[in-house]
């Protein structure tokens, strides 16, 4: 089973810039970001295919979001920049060795533990 380690989580303003970062102890076929608040379903945010580079995003980071990867570190990054306090959530980082059209849950194995992002107003 695959090993997801997260880092880059904290507080910014609104219009501010995070970088979250996820490890994985070996490389996946499709790497993604979801968000979860209270209350509410876990959110795929964006997806890249390693072998390609090919990405999704949800509507709402397009263009201020970008996901990208160093296949060498199997490392996914997901900068964020014109963060808005919307974005606040728990960021998990998600592994599939099998499935990579769509970013869904259930379309995941392998999570990691999740890192906090808090956008003030």
């Known amino acids: 089973q695959v090993q997801l380690m997260e880092s880059g989580g904290g507080s910014v303003q609104a219009g501010g810039s995070l970088r979250l970062s996820c490890r994985a102890s070996n490389r996946q076929l499709c790497m993604a970001w979801f968000r979860q608040t209270p209350g509410n379903e876990r959110e795929g945010v964006a997806s890249?295919?390693?072998?390609?580079?090919?990405?999704v995003y949800i509507d709402s980071v397009k263009g201020r979001f970008t996901i990208s990867q160093d296949t060498g570190k199997n490392t996914v990054y997901l900068q964020m920049d014109s963060l808005k306090p919307d974005d606040s959530a728990m960021y998990y980082c998600a592994a599939s060795l099998t499935m990579c059209s769509r970013i869904v849950p259930d379309d995941f194995a392998n999570w990691g533990q999740g890192t906090r992002v808090t956008v003030s107003s």
């Open positions: 890249i295919r390693t072998a390609d580079f090919y990405t």
